[in-house]
Structures are given as structure tokens and as C-alpha cells.
């Protein structure tokens, strides 16, 4: 079936440093890509979505220039958290839409712990 | 906008035994799908069931299956014969219908986490 590799799955960095993570659609092309975040014991909370080619659509409250967004070609995305600081801790995951097959709408990446200390 | 609700902050089920997850929903669309994700400790993202709202049979997958009440706005998961394996949070997901596979965004409810039991 379909997959998704995301990278790192952990990342533990001094306040200040900025973080990339990496989001693949291994054998199929997205033509959408969502990023989440998801705090301990609560739901996923969508971030943006990005299509190739064109700039992330950002959800309300979500700051651009903290979380950049590349969805550079069809197969990869990237999330950047500019000058981390510790409360942006937490658990990131992509997503990609357009897989093959009607069964799932969108293909989750394992996830990405980020820890700033 | 949509809006999903899951009322079950926690449950816990003996092994063996059946559970009911509830969510409710709120849409003015007509034609949508519903979803029930499993995350388990592992964090992955896993599809249980799904269920297109034009059809009149409830879902099954195995030991889930669905009781969907378009009227009422409800999509329920009941797990049957619960295993040690299914302890996991449980997400209850919308999505409009249009675009299935071509990066529609799902809305999801705040997740019900279930512990089974030995």
C-alpha cells in the first residue's frame, strides 16, 4: 500500500534552533499535503496544507513565519520551526492525499517527536 | 464548518467484552464521509472503518462496525470481542465528499481513549 516516511521521528534541540522535518509520499505522487500537530492526550490539530508548487494555507492562529512550509514536488514536504523555543514542544504529523485507491483519503507519516529544551 | 464531537474522554473495556464509542456531528453538507482512526501508543495513524454517508448500511470491518444515524448526526464504533491490541486513543473524522483521494481535509473529534483489560 501506499506510504508515507517522515523524518526524524525524534528531535531533541536547544531553544533557538531551527528544526526540519521531512515528509515523503514513497510511491505515489500528493497532490495535498497536511501538517498536524498534536498535543499529549488530545486530538490532531491541522496546521496548514500545502499543495505543490503553491504556498501553505496556513490555519487561523497557526504563525506563518514560525512554521514554514515547502511542498517543493509532489513527493516531498517540509516543515521548518524557525527558532524553536520550548512551547513548541510537541508531536508533528504530515499527511499526504492523493494515494492510490479510494479506501483512504489521506496517508499518515509516523510522526515527529520535537522536544526543545 | 464542521464540527466533530466525542463526548468519551476515556473508557475501559474488559477483554473479550464489546464497547461503544459515540460522536456526533454537525454539518450542512449532504454528502460526506465519516472515519474512525485508532492511534495507538505507537502514534500512528491507523483507518478502522469508514462510512459514506449515502449509504444506509452501517460499516463493518471484522470486529468494528458502525452505527451511522444521519438524521441524528451520530457515528458510533462499537468494537466486539475487544483485544489488549485495541487499547488506543480513537478518533472519530469528517470529510466532505468531493475529492476522496485528491487531498480533502478532515475534521476530527477530540478522541476517546480506550483501555481494555485483562
Known amino acids: 500500500g501506499a506510504v508515507v516516511s517522515q523524518h526524524p521521528s525524534r528531535v531533541i534541540c536547544k531553544s533557538g534552533t531551527s528544526v526540519k522535518i521531512e515528509c515523503r509520499s514513497l510511491d505515489f505522487q500528493a497532490t495535498t499535503m497536511f501538517w498536524y500537530r498534536q498535543f499529549p492526550k488530545q486530538s490532531l490539530m491541522l496546521m496548514a496544507t500545502s499543495n505543490e508548487g503553491s504556498k501553505a494555507t496556513y490555519e487561523q492562529g497557526v504563525e506563518k513565519d514560525k512554521f514554514l512550509i515547502n511542498h517543493a514536488s509532489l513527493t516531498l514536504s517540509t516543515l521548518t520551526v524557525t527558532s524553536a523555543h520550548p512551547e513548541d514542544s510537541s508531536f508533528y504529523i504530515c499527511?499526504?492525499?492523493?494515494?492510490?485507491?479510494?479506501?483512504?483519503?489521506?496517508?499518515f507519516g509516523d510522526g515527529t517527536r520535537l522536544s526543545i529544551l | 464548518a464542521q464540527t466533530v464531537t466525542q463526548s468519551q474522554p476515556e473508557m475501559s473495556v474488559q477483554e473479550a467484552e464489546t464497547v461503544t464509542l459515540s460522536c456526533t456531528y454537525d454539518?450542512?453538507?449532504?454528502?460526506?464521509?465519516l472515519f474512525w482512526y485508532k492511534q495507538p501508543p505507537s502514534r500512528q495513524m491507523i483507518l478502522v472503518i469508514r462510512q459514506e454517508a449515502y449509504k444506509q448500511q452501517n460499516a463493518t470491518e471484522n470486529r468494528f462496525s458502525v452505527n451511522f444515524q444521519k438524521a441524528a448526526k451520530s457515528f458510533s464504533l462499537k468494537i466486539s470481542d475487544s483485544q489488549l491490541g485495541d487499547t488506543a486513543m480513537y478518533f472519530c473524522a469528517f470529510m466532505k465528499h468531493e475529492r476522496f483521494n485528491a487531498g480533502n481535509m478532515l475534521t476530527f473529534g477530540g478522541g476517546t481513549r480506550l483501555m481494555v483489560k485483562p
Open positions: 454539518t450542512s453538507e449532504s454528502n460526506y464521509y
Open positions: 499527511s499526504a492525499g492523493g494515494g492510490p485507491g479510494r479506501h483512504q483519503p489521506q496517508h
